[in-house]
């Protein structure tokens, strides 16, 4: 997988170092059992050794190995906390390092990409399918190398031993491995479900939280109450199968433990019985030996059950993994360019040249053969019904989508040629639906800084006053630091519309981009601002897209699009010669009389 390239140098030194640290915690382990035996064979004067002891040596070789078993536990303590240090710093660096590369993938997708995964599957697998990644690989880093490790090791220390026994014990083994591939067979198709439906349950919440408003206005909580309680219940019913069916595992595992046990002290009674009564020395060594093998058993059953915890863990990284590696080897469709600066003299030009678009995987083109020029200094508007192609042809511009033909060239330049950071470096962007982040007024409008440049207070007073802000951000009792909410939530429409102006501004850039920006302003405000920002961008490129004939009748130059297509391209006045279709915008929002009267 991909993902296992975000793992550094020192992420194999510590897990170099937890193998280590395992293999000793496993060899103490292991030691136990043989300073039981010892015990046991002191105690019941099972050896030669044992017998040839005064009681008070006896008494003192028990509390020796008494000690070494201490000894052993407390080191295997230790040795254990050290392990769980070094796989909680690998697993947290990797999920750190993992999600930082999620993240600046995405930054390097283009929208069609963005929609192909969805937002709210790409929030998830930047977070709680890297969760799952991190917890596995905490937990597997002691788990995963001591289970085969104590399992190999304790069956050597077994395999020599009495016969019996040790076919008792591998009948367990097999039994817990056919049961195990039982369970995972049928539960990691249910992973990958999880993995889906928590996307599901995460996009209903989501469109929930952003339309609360509209929800209550139209007493639609019921709807939206049942929509999530339809994803919740997928979500729940296959939680449920999922870990009831694991459930099963653990029960099972320890009758089977138990059953090892019973068996081992079974076979023993009747090992013991075949001894005559006078053989002392035999006697204790059966019970001797067969103390240290149910040990070394129960060892060999608990490797395994340590693995089955992981591999419940296991499938659900793996579903995880998968996602977040399609995230990750997603090659991003919009690819940078090598010019970071234009060498001719050409500034603040926009040009479009037999420009057609069609969004990926769609049969009908949205925009169809677009060409026009945008010199430096003009104002260019766009105006049409809903849906013929504005916002689309204005989002080709910051390289949002790729045109699929023709060529769309800045300063001579095309646009592909362009690095993206100098391409948008030449942009300041007003969405249609202004976006504002969490942190202060002054923030937001520095958030528009270029080639790393600090916008200064007096920039962004500058541009305050040009959008129309000053009213209510001086007004504010901490004026430039006062707090915005995410997403602006405690502003209004026309403010949030406002700073996003401001924010563009402050930029300086040498081509405003304006989609539908003045939609929320009332009639003075938008006027008042048209005027101020036709002052402040006489050497810059203004391409407008708006619905209101008042906001782009002095344009030097107006697009008419209808369908996809240019269908008029001129001044005002041209356009309500010659354009019915501009005409027919213009009467729907002004009267007869007004437009002579414009004239």
Not at 71 to 94: D, N, Q
Not at 122 to 130: E, G, K
Not at 202 to 213: D, Q, Y
Not at 379 to 389: D, E
Request: hydrophobic share 45%; charged share 20%.
């Amino acid at each position: 997988m991909n993902i296992f390239r975000y793992l550094n140098k020192y992420d194999y030194l510590s897990i170099a170092i937890c193998v280590l640290l395992v293999v000793a915690q496993v060899w103490l382990d292991l030691e136990l059992p043989e300073y039981l035996s010892k015990i046991i064979t002191l105690a019941t004067r099972g050896d030669e050794y044992a017998m040839s002891l005064t009681d008070s040596d006896l008494l003192t070789q028990i509390w020796i190995n008494g000690g070494y078993m201490l000894a052993c536990a407390l080191g295997s303590g230790l040795l254990a906390v050290a392990t769980g240090y070094f796989g909680a710093r690998v697993a947290a660096g990797f999920a750190a390092r993992l999600r930082a590369g999620v993240f600046n993938q995405v930054q390097n997708f283009s929208m069609s990409e963005i929609n192909k995964f969805s937002t709210p599957s790409l929030i998830t697998r930047s977070t709680n399918d890297i969760t799952q990644i991190q917890m596995t690989i905490a937990m597997g880093l002691s788990v995963v190398i001591r289970a085969p490790v104590m399992a190999i090791w304790a069956i050597c220390k077994i395999i020599d031993s009495n016969w019996q026994w040790t076919t008792a014990t591998a009948v367990a083994v097999v039994a817990i491995i056919l049961l195990f591939s039982v369970v995972i067979i049928i539960t990691y198709p249910k992973f990958k479900k999880l993995q889906r439906q928590t996307d599901d349950l995460n996009s209903v919440t989501r469109e929930n939280l952003r339309g609360i408003r509209v929800v209550r206005a139209y007493n639609a909580e019921n709807y939206q109450q049942d929509k999530f309680n339809k994803a919740n219940t997928n979500l729940t019913k296959t939680n449920l199968f999922v870990n009831r069916t694991m459930a099963v595992l653990f029960p099972i595992i320890s009758v089977v433990m138990s059953g090892v046990a019973l068996a081992i002290y079974i076979l023993a009674a009747y090992i013991f019985n075949a001894i005559p009564i006078t053989d002392v020395v035999a006697r204790g060594a059966v019970i001797a030996d067969m103390y240290q093998f149910s040990s070394y058993a129960i060892q060999v059953i608990m490797s395994f059950m340590l693995i089955v915890m992981v591999f419940i863990m296991m499938p659900r990284a793996f579903a995880a993994g998968r996602r977040i590696n399609e995230v990750l080897k997603t090659k991003p469709s919009i690819l940078d360019g090598s010019v970071t600066q234009n060498d001719n003299k050409i500034v603040g030009e926009v040009e479009f040249d037999n420009v057609s678009f069609k969004y990926p995987d769609a049969e009908e083109y949205v925009l169809e053969n677009i060409s026009f020029k945008a010199k430096k200094g003009e104002t260019v508007a766009f105006i049409g019904s809903t849906g013929s192609g504005k916002s689309t042809l204005i989002n080709l511009i910051p390289r949002f989508y790729d045109a699929t033909e023709g060529e769309i060239k800045i300063d001579g330049i095309n646009i592909k040629d362009y690095t993206q950071e100098a391409l948008h470096n030449k942009l300041g962007y007003v969405p249609q639906r202004a976006v504002l982040f969490s942190g202060t007024v002054r923030s937001n409008i520095a958030y528009g800084n270029k080639n790393g440049e600090v916008i200064d207070d007096n920039k962004i007073r500058d541009a305050v006053r040009v959008a129309q802000a000053s009213d209510f951000v001086e007004n504010k009792p901490e004026k430039y630091d006062a707090v915005i909410d995410q997403g602006g939530a405690n502003v209004s429409g026309g403010q949030k519309q406002r700073l996003s102006i401001a924010r563009a501004i402050a930029r300086d850039p040498e081509i405003y981009i304006f989609d539908d920006s003045f939609s929320a302003l009332d009639y003075k405000t938008d006027r008042v601002l048209r005027s101020e920002l036709k002052k402040y961008t006489s050497d810059a490129t203004v391409l407008i897209v708006a619905q209101r004939i008042g906001t782009i009748k002095d344009a030097d130059k107006i697009i008419v699009l209808d369908s996809g297509k240019m269908v008029g391209i001129g001044k005002h006045d041209e356009l309500l010669k010659n354009c019915p279709i501009y005409k027919e915008i213009a009467l729907s929002q002004l009267s007869e009389e007004e437009l002579k009267n414009e004239q």
